[in-house]
Each structure stands twice: as structure tokens, then as C-alpha cells.
């Protein structure tokens, strides 16, 4: 694709404003840790929001719910719709509990809940697990994406593209600090999804498809608008349906949608104004992602399979294409080729702020990480903030390097995202209840983090290179949900619990409540207590099981509104409003 001269001045436009933003963040940024990674604690909940949308808003994003809607239809997407429950209980339950804890990252919590030295061992094991190894494999997949719209879209090699997607976010990143993310964040989201709402609008007006009752009833689209899988195909509707309402919500670490929270939602959280700022923050970004944002994406998708039917018509398109890259998900930056002359320069620069504000966000979070949970803890503990917050942009640069260079060994989003689903498979459960029951140690999360890295490293890459048939996927999931929780459980109950001492702590700082921590209710003197709390799980479960319905139900009102079944629509949108309203009078009782 051939830029046209009013291309580049709105990228240039674009890239200045960013750097503008780092600038101007840069101001406070190198005050403190605090300040370079949770911008003071003051931020407002509709800043936050916005910022976690646009995170997971990244340039590979696209290309999986494209992938997902090319292989197995629109209600190939309730692998990642499902995680909306684990969302939700993060609203009601976890929000108020993290801005409790007062930490300056979630693995922090560690030494405020678990006693020993396995408590340390565990902060800085993980520290390096996630903040740096699991950190850049979720950064490579973003840059992979990066490598097949620079080379679709601009014909870049990989390495160009890597070279000149990750400067720009890497200055930026080191010079605002979380202040920069956050408030670069809300530009690029604003800019991404009005260029995407306004590309699939394009899309539809194609002479090959020139309507939206065109493209519905396209034979190669017919089959794939399903917003519930076909019940008679079993495979696929236990697969992408019935397991991850089921089981996949609540048994899976996976970024941007943690069991209780953690990673940069929780860093979100931990930097706002007040416990309230943070369930407005989180619920916003709900909202957003799941009822707001997909459906742009799906009609692009579904529309590739018009322009593009297989991957053989994306080859002769595109005959320069490394047949390594040649997947499905490339059908998104394919179609965003067929955009009209003068508009190119503007899809670029969403594209790349999709890119950007998903790396900046993880590149401030796994940074945080290694300075404050690695270097600060167990390295140099006097260190003055100046040099950690050196250390923050040292590692910041690094981060970005490794993942840039470990994106061109990927293949393809979809794979990636299976990936990542099955390393945590079976630890999300530990993650929900670690703040109710106190038998619940150290030696617990060891046990989850080790057995699940083992199982997905034999069931997804050994198991077929010994010779052995391939295990479907559900399968290899169940089994590593069921052995890890297994493996976790039962060393609950063999380990003794955390230091007494510590866990009264943890209580008369968070009081959690619940049947689970009766036992060290008990040796607390009622006047250790400053004030107490009530106790919101059974309301903030409530207000969970509520707004899962009336999100779910604004997601399909939509959907069945763009369908053209209006009787649908006004029925879910009925519905829609009266949980929403259901919510607000119960949230405020």
C-alpha cells in the first residue's frame, strides 16, 4: 500500500501528540516510584476506565476476534466473552479489597498475606515470572500483530516495523511513567475505536457487499452469525461455549481478566482516587469491552469472508507475505488495505496507537515489577527513588528489546492466546479465594504456578512430539484445571497456614469476612479493629450476577439491532435497562 502525502502528516501529527503527552508527564514522573508507576494515587475513575479499554485494545485485538470469527463463527468470541463474569467480580468484589491493601503492585499482597521466607520467594519468583518471561510473550503477540499490519498494510520487513512501532512508545513510556500511559491511553483510544466504527461502516458500503442484509445472507457468512453455538455440533458448543461459562471464568489466569483481579487491573485500581474511583474504573471498562467495542470488529471479520473467503485469495492479495505469517488473522489488516486514498494515514496511526497503548501499559506494569518486587526487595533495598525510577526506564528499554525479538517466532494470534490460556488454567480459583480462606499459603500459589506451567508445557508442545495423538482442547483445559486445582488444594491442607501474626494483620487491615476466616476472627481482639467493616461479598455477588445481565444483554441488543431482528433487540434492550436500573437502586440500598 502506497501512502499518499496527506498520509504522513496526520501519522507525524500523531506520533507528536504522544510525545507531547510523555513529555508533559515526564514533569512528575521521576519524583518517586510512587509517582512513576501509580501517578500519586489521585487518578479518577473515568481516566482509569478508559486507560484499561484501551490496553486491551491492541493491535492484536483485531486480528484474534477476526481469527475467531473466520474459524468458528461470531459465537467463537464466548472465549473471551466469558471472562465478562470474572470482570464483574472484580467490580463488586475485588476493587474495594485491592485500594484496601494500599500496595503498590499486586505482588506486594504477597508479604501483606503469607509469612517466611516462601512468601518472599514467592514476590520475587513472580516478579520475574510475570513482570518479565510471561510479560514479553504477552508483548510479543502485539508485536506480531505489528509485524503482519507493517507488511500488509506498508510492506515493512518485521524489523522495520518492530524498529519503528516500539521508539516512539519506548520514549514515551520512559519519560511519563504511568501519568503518560494513562493519559496517552485515553488519546489512542479515542482515535482507534472512531477509525474502527468508521472502517466497518466503510466495509459494508463495498460494491461486493453494499449493504448489511447483503452481507448476512452471503453464503460464506450465513453460517457464521450464531451469537450461541450450534448445540448439535458438541464439540464446538462444550468447547467455546459450555466451558468457558462454566469453568473457564473462574479457573484461568489470563492478563486483563485475573480471577480477583491483578496485573495492570489491579494497578489501575491501586492508583485511584478512593475505593469508589475504582469500581467506577473497573465497571467502565466492562462496559466497554465487552458491550461497546466488539461488534465494529466482528462486522470487519465478516466482511473478510467476502473479500477474502480463504487464505489463499490473502496469498495472491498479498504474494510478499512470509508464508510463516499466512493465518486467518490476517484478513483484518488485509482489509484495511481496501480503504479508500487519504484515509490510510489516519487507519496507520489508530492501528499504531492500538499498538502502543497496549506495550506502554505492560511495559510501565513489568517494569513495576522488577523494581519494586525484584530490585528494590531483594537486591537493593536502600536504593533512593531516583535510582529505582532509573532502574523502571532501564528495564522499561529491555522489556521491549526481548519482546520485538521473540515476536518473530510466532505464528499467529489465536495460537498465542491458546497458549497463554492454558498455562494459567486451574489457578484462578486460588487467586478468588486467597483473601477468604486462611489455609490458603505460599506453598499453594507455588504448587498452581508450577503444575499448570508443566501441564501446558507437556499437553500443548511434548505430548505430540513424543508421537502420541493429539489431545483435543477442551480436554487438555479440564485436565489442567482439574490436576492443578487438585495439586493446590491438597497442599493447603498438607502446609501448615501463614504466621498467625500475619494473617491477623491481613484481617484488621482488609476485613474480608466470610466463613473462611473464622478461625482467625477468633484471635483477634475486637479492639485491634478500628472500624468495622460490613461485610459486601453477598451484595457485591449479587450486583455481579445483575450487571453480568445487563451487559450480556446490551452486547446481543446490539448485535441483534445490526442483525435486523428488532423484536429481539427491543426485548434485550428491555431487559438491558431494567437490570442496569436494578443495579443502581440495589448498589445504593
Known amino acids: 500500500m502506497k501512502l499518499e502525502l496527506i498520509d504522513w502528516p496526520i501519522i507525524v501529527i500523531f506520533f507528536l501528540i504522544t510525545l507531547l503527552i510523555g513529555l508533559w508527564s515526564s514533569k512528575t514522573a521521576g519524583k518517586s516510584t510512587d509517582e512513576f508507576f501509580l501517578s500519586g494515587r489521585n487518578m479518577p475513575w473515568w481516566l482509569l476506565g478508559v486507560s484499561m479499554v484501551a490496553t486491551t485494545f491492541s493491535a492484536d485485538t483485531p486480528n484474534l476476534v477476526t481469527d475467531i470469527v473466520r474459524t468458528n463463527g461470531v459465537a467463537g468470541n464466548w472465549v473471551w466473552w466469558a471472562f465478562l463474569l470474572t470482570g464483574m467480580l472484580t467490580v463488586f468484589v475485588y476493587a474495594r479489597l485491592w485500594r484496601k491493601s494500599g500496595v503498590l503492585t499486586d505482588l506486594e499482597f504477597y508479604e501483606i498475606r503469607y509469612s517466611g ?81 468508521w472502517s466497518a461502516s466503510f466495509f459494508i458500503g463495498l460494491p461486493e457487499i453494499q449493504s448489511l442484509t447483503n452481507l448476512f445472507s452471503h453464503p460464506n457468512v450465513i453460517n457464521k452469525l450464531d451469537l450461541i453455538p450450534d448445540i448439535n455440533d458438541r464439540e464446538v458448543f462444550i468447547t467455546i461455549f459450555v466451558l468457558p461459562l462454566a ?46 467495542r466488539p461488534w465494529p470488529w466482528i462486522i470487519i471479520a465478516l466482511a473478510s469472508l467476502i473479500i477474502f473467503p480463504d487464505l489463499a485469495s490473502i496469498s495472491e492479495a498479498f504474494p510478499g507475505i512470509d508464508e510463516n505469517f499466512l493465518e486467518n488473522d490476517l484478513a483484518y489488516p488485509a482489509m484495511m488495505t481496501l480503504l479508500p486514498k487519504g484515509v490510510i494515514g489516519l487507519m496507520v496511526a489508530s492501528l499504531v496507537a492500538a499498538f502502543m497503548s497496549t506495550i506502554s501499559s505492560h ?84 504448587t498452581a504456578m508450577i503444575v499448570s506451567f508443566i501441564l501446558a508445557l507437556y499437553l500443548q508442545i511434548i505430548h505430540t512430539r513424543l508421537g502420541f495423538e493429539a489431545i483435543p482442547q477442551d480436554i487438555q483445559f479440564l485436565t489442567s484445571v482439574l490436576i492443578t486445582t487438585i495439586a493446590w488444594v491438597s497442599v493447603s491442607f498438607l502446609t501448615p497456614p501463614s504466621n498467625l501474626n500475619t494473617l491477623k494483620d491481613f484481617y484488621i487491615k482488609i476485613q474480608p469476612g466470610g466463613r473462611g476466616c473464622n478461625k482467625i476472627k477468633a484471635e483477634i481482639d475486637n479492639k485491634e479493629i478500628e472500624k468495622k467493616v460490613f461485610w459486601t461479598i453477598p451484595r457485591g455477588i449479587t450486583c455481579m450476577i445483575i450487571s453480568v445481565f445487563a451487559i450480556y444483554g446490551s452486547l446481543f441488543s446490539v448485535g441483534y439491532f445490526i442483525y435486523g431482528k428488532s423484536t429481539q433487540a427491543i426485548i434485550l434492550f428491555v431487559i438491558t435497562i431494567l437490570a442496569f436500573f436494578s443495579l443502581w437502586k440495589y448498589s445504593k440500598n
Not at 518486587?373 to 526481548?402: A, E, P, Q
Not at 515476536?407 to 480459583?429: C, K, P, S, W, Y
Open 363 to 446: 511495559l510501565n506494569w513489568g517494569s513495576s515489577y522488577i523494581v519494586h518486587d525484584f530490585y528494590s526487595r531483594f537486591i537493593n533495598s536502600n536504593s533512593t527513588d531516583s535510582k529505582k525510577v532509573f532502574i523502571g526506564r532501564l528495564s522499561t528499554l529491555i522489556l521491549m528489546f526481548l519482546s520485538a525479538c521473540f515476536a518473530l517466532v510466532l505464528n499467529n494470534a489465536l495460537q498465542a492466546f491458546q497458549i497463554l490460556l492454558q498455562i494459567g488454567a486451574g489457578t484462578g480459583l486460588l487467586f478468588i479465594l486467597r483473601w477468604f480462606w486462611y489455609r490458603i499459603n505460599a506453598y499453594s500459589e507455588i
Open 117 to 197: 521466607k516462601e512468601a518472599a520467594f514467592l514476590r520475587g519468583f513472580r516478579a520475574i515470572y510475570l513482570g518479565f518471561f510471561f510479560n514479553i510473550m504477552i508483548m510479543a503477540t502485539v508485536c506480531l500483530a505489528a509485524i503482519k499490519i507493517g507488511g500488509i498494510i506498508l510492506g515493512l520487513s518485521p524489523l522495520n516495523t518492530l524498529l519503528i512501532a516500539s521508539t516512539i512508545t519506548v520514549i514515551y513510556s520512559i519519560l511519563g511513567g504511568f501519568k503518560g500511559v494513562v493519559y496517552t491511553d485515553f488519546f489512542q483510544f479515542i482515535l482507534a475505536m472512531s477509525v474502527t466504527i
Open 247 to 292: 469453568v473457564q471464568w473462574w479457573s484461568v489466569w489470563y492478563p486483563g481478566a485475573e480471577p480477583g483481579g491483578g496485573g495492570y487491573i489491579a494497578q489501575r485500581m491501586l492508583s485511584a482516587k478512593d475505593e469508589n474511583n475504582a469500581i467506577w474504573a473497573t465497571l467502565l471498562f466492562n462496559f466497554a469491552h465487552y458491550a461497546i
